[in-house]
């Protein structure tokens, strides 16, 4: 990878402890261990409970800004199992990055009284035999977390110290895991350059920058996708581009019994200008009002996102106990569980988003928040049941079909309302079981309400999920399919012709072929991949049927039908250059349509080869008739007194 400015140390784990930056040095504490790596050959074995990389003094040390990058695998079990597990420690304070013995919860740990600080991001799901990257930037006086590159959390500690040892705390007993490409940077690294760590340099024919960077096909069309979960530029790299653009605001948060709305969602296409940069703003999630709050209080609206001069509302917060109505936004806050029956939910805006639910029969039951697809449900206080969160939108975007824009579920006495599609955080109940659930990162879903008396483990309401921005251009489109013939007899050679612009060398792109047997084409295969040089690709075979049929080839929505015949009996067609040759006994139609000039057929028949002499010039024999019956089993012949110019080249002609 190409992210080296400020790098201070890197180790690669090649069956040795080398610092490729030359600036440290460190040993293997415990008996070396290697598995196979992600980045490289090997990767670093610390499962062991003494096993760690001990770095001599002068340790690593760490500025107010930095960075750490790394490639892991946890084993199974080596999570929650009541031993913490130490990516980095300090020499005497701090571990940078550290995994809560008990919960499995990703975060820092401060020593000198700050103790575990959590991103409420939690480590088992990652123990599933893969790889993952992890970032880690501290700045100011927080630490971002990203894995593979989507930001899981945060803490409001900066542990700037130093590192005395990698893969486990350096006195033993809190082993990480495998861990390949271990790196440290005196820096705070931008998102491109963690996209760059986790995805490698921008795909060959990138034609911008900015964001999380990946591939994917559709329809047999190569996409280049940039998705944007926090604020960054696009830059045009060379050409104006149309783009096909997801931007959605962050969820309103939820409130004592109501569920936020969703962010405002808006999609379409637009084209961008060259070498321009253009800012992109992520809206974050509104916070969820705490408990005992029976006002709005600490809850608030999601923020907007905005892109190419195009803005998502945030969702409206949900409408607090004392307060009635949910807030107006991209979609509305669900209405509050107000004892005066008839609580509204909040507007939401049109083009983006619903309203959210208002609430029936009595104070014992909030409206879900509203959602891209639809508005949120109805809290009913006569059933103690919660309005379920309004859906969101099922966008297809990256390649694969995802829900974005789900409002958070209202609270109830008894039954919670359930969070939308997209994201939506669903809602309590009055025993606190379940709790209310917050948003889900980068999909703008709203926050869960709460249900605000007797439950005192709640945490308070749910917040809204952050928003998203996600773009996405053609990097190889199939310009179209040509074909050698449409028609062909037995014996000919057929070729198909695929034009992709923009496509590199040995790219791919698959074909189908509908309609026939494989022994209709010499058993050439019915589906495949034609294989792109210089923005093209051919497949050729040769024709077998042993009847009249019809065959399409498609390839990426584009597609030729074409005939194919056995040449012989009353049904053939006309070869180049001069002459057609069938044996019968029975009556034909010869189709004359097409021809431009005079003929000349020889007809084979059990007795005497013979010729005849149609005798006709063209013109005249165009407006006399289309078609020409002969007796095979009688007729002499027919000569021309010119050479033969067929237009088309080739034409049916049959029984």
Do not use: C
């Not at 249900?451 to 709640?458: D, G, I, K, R, T």
């Amino acid at each position: 990878m190409t992210v080296t400015n400020g790098l201070i140390a890197q180790f690669l784990f090649e069956q040795n402890t080398n610092d490729e930056t030359g600036n440290h040095t460190a040993s293997f504490n415990g008996t070396p261990a290697y598995v196979t790596g992600y980045n490289s050959s090997f990767a670093g074995n610390f499962s062991g409970s003494s096993s760690w990389i001990d770095v001599a003094s002068p340790y690593i040390g760490l500025p107010s800004e930095w960075s750490i990058s790394t490639w892991f695998q946890l084993p199974s079990g080596i999570v929650a199992n009541g031993n913490w597990n130490t990516l980095s420690r300090g020499s005497s304070s701090h571990h940078q990055v550290i995994i809560e013995r008990n919960t499995g919860e990703l975060g820092g740990y401060e020593s000198g009284g700050g103790a575990f600080r959590g991103t409420g991001h939690f480590m088992q799901q990652y123990e599933d035999g893969n790889w993952h990257h992890l970032a880690v930037i501290g700045s100011g006086t927080t630490q971002q977390f990203y894995i593979d590159n989507v930001n899981v959390g945060s803490i409001d500690r900066n542990l700037a110290s130093d590192i005395r040892s990698i893969g486990n705390h350096w006195g033993n007993s809190q082993p990480w895991g495998y861990l390949d490409d271990f790196r440290v940077y005196n820096r705070a690294l931008t998102v491109e350059e963690t996209n760059t760590l986790y995805i490698g340099d921008l795909p060959e024919g990138a034609k911008a920058t900015g964001g999380f960077v990946t591939t994917t096909e559709i329809n047999g069309n190569t996409y280049i996708v940039h998705t944007f979960t926090q604020d960054g530029v696009f830059e045009v790299l060379d050409n104006s581009l149309e783009l096909d653009y997801l931007i959605v605001g962050g969820g309103g948060g939820g409130v004592d019994s109501a569920g936020g709305g969703a962010g405002g969602l808006l999609t379409g296409q637009t084209t961008v200008s060259s070498s321009n940069q253009y800012t992109i703003l992520v809206g974050a999630g509104g916070s969820g009002g705490l408990n005992n709050e029976s006002t709005a209080g600490s809850a608030s609206n999601g923020e907007n996102s905005s892109a190419f001069g195009l803005t998502a509302f945030g969702g409206g917060r949900g409408g607090a106990y004392s307060e009635s109505s949910g807030a107006d936004g991209g979609s509305g806050g669900g209405g509050s569980r107000s004892s005066s029956s008839g609580a509204l939910g909040g507007s939401g805006t049109p083009g983006q988003g619903n309203d959210g639910g208002g609430n029936t029969n009595g104070d014992y039951a909030g409206g879900g928040g509203g959602g891209a697809g639809s508005s949120g449900g109805t809290g009913n206080g006569s059933t103690d049941v919660g309005g379920a969160g309004g859906d969101g939108l099922e966008i297809s975007i990256t390649g694969t079909a995802t829900y974005y824009a789900g409002g958070g579920g209202g609270a109830a006495r008894s039954t919670a309302g359930t969070g939308g599609l997209g994201g939506g955080g669903s809602g309590s109940n009055s025993s606190g079981n379940p709790l209310p659930t917050s948003g889900i990162p980068n999909t703008g879903g709203g926050g869960g309400g709460m249900w605000n008396n007797s439950a005192p483990n709640e945490p308070g309401a749910g917040s809204g999920g952050s928003g998203v921005v996600i773009v996405r251009y053609v990097l190889q489109r199939v310009d179209g399919l040509s074909v050698s013939s449409n028609e062909l007899i037995s014996g000919e050679t057929f070729t198909a012709t695929l034009t992709v612009v923009d496509a590199a060398d040995d790219s791919e792109v698959p074909y189908t072929i509908t309609g026939i047997s494989s022994e209709s084409i010499n058993n050439f295969p019915l589906t495949g991949n034609f294989v792109i040089t210089d923005e093209q690709a051919t497949i050729s075979f040769t024709a077998t049927p042993s009847a009249k049929e019809t065959f399409t080839i498609t390839a990426n929505g584009f597609s030729e039908t074409v005939d194919l015949a056995e040449n012989t009996y009353g049904l053939a067609k006309l070869p180049e250059p001069n002459f057609l040759t069938f044996t019968s006994e029975a009556l034909a139609v010869i189709d004359l349509s097409n021809v431009s000039h005079v003929l000349e057929i020889t007809i084979l028949n059990t007795t005497e080869t013979a010729t005849y002499n149609l005798g006709v010039s063209p013109s005249v024999l165009l407006a006399l008739r289309s078609f020409i019956t002969i007796d095979f089993a009688s007729a002499t012949s027919f000569n021309s007194t010119e050479a033969l110019d067929f237009d088309p080249p080739q034409f049916w002609i049959g029984a």
